[in-house]
T-cell receptor, first 113, second 114 residues
């Protein structure tokens, strides 16, 4: 079982719609969770971090965390063509022997004008 | 501006010719790491460093070396590059090894080995 799973997509939404990106993880003791946006050929850019259950909003982005169900999601409101990118979910597993973030394979988002 | 700087951005080299990709951060971060990204395989960690003179292998360390003589610098060395090391490489840093605030990534180095 993959440690962090994402649907590869592409997820296609019309401009102005809400895009919903989901991520599940396997390590129950994970403490911190991140969403990165990556444009093709560019480096991942941190857009949201979340540490406790519930919602966290930042502009058009909302991250949602449910530790009991082991999922984290990202909502993008009023989607714009410039939001078209691959979104990577990353988890900090906090295992003693693992000093790295675990990344999902990413969901490709396409926002149609 | 707080950033991670990688050089070069693009590199084409021949099999067996030693090369170094530099990485420098100006945020006084303790933790630094190298990743490679390949289609279908995602981001894979090569090496990481918890602090000066403390380095350890990641998931795919074969064919790579690193050093951390200064806090700000973490170069990636390919002593004898091979075509299977053709990839997109990212350096990343974080305030500490607890990774509480995630990574800041460099802009990437696209390496082609022919």
């Amino acid at each position: 079982q993959k440690e962090v799973e994402q649907n590869s997509g592409p997820l296609s939404v019309p401009e102005g719609a809400i895009a919903s990106l989901n991520c599940t993880y396997s390590d129950r003791v994970s403490q911190s969770f991140f969403w990165y946006r990556q444009y093709s050929g560019k480096s991942p850019e941190l857009i949201m971090s979340i540490y406790s259950n519930g919602d966290k909003e930042d502009g058009r982005f909302t991250a949602q965390l449910n530790k009991a169900s082991q999922y984290v999601s990202l909502l993008i409101r009023d989607s714009q063509p410039s939001d078209s990118a691959t979104y990577l979910c990353a988890v900090n597993p906090r295992m003693d022997s693992s000093y790295k973030l675990i990344f999902g394979s990413g969901t490709r988002l396409l926002v149609r004008p | 501006e707080a950033q991670v700087t990688q050089n070069p951005r693009y590199l084409i080299t021949v099999t067996g010719k030693k090369l170094t990709v530099t990485c420098s951060q100006n945020m006084n971060h303790e933790y630094m790491s190298w990743y490679r990204q390949d289609p279908g395989l995602g981001l894979r960690q090569i090496y990481y460093s918890m602090n000066v003179e403390v380095t350890d292998k990641g998931d795919v360390p074969e064919g790579y070396k690193v050093s951390r003589k200064e806090k700000r610098n973490f170069p990636l060395i390919l002593e004898s590059p091979s075509p299977n090391q053709t990839s997109l490489y990212f350096c990343a840093s974080s305030l500490s090894g607890q990774l509480t605030y995630g990574y800041t990534f460099g802009s990437g180095t696209r390496l082609t080995v022919v």
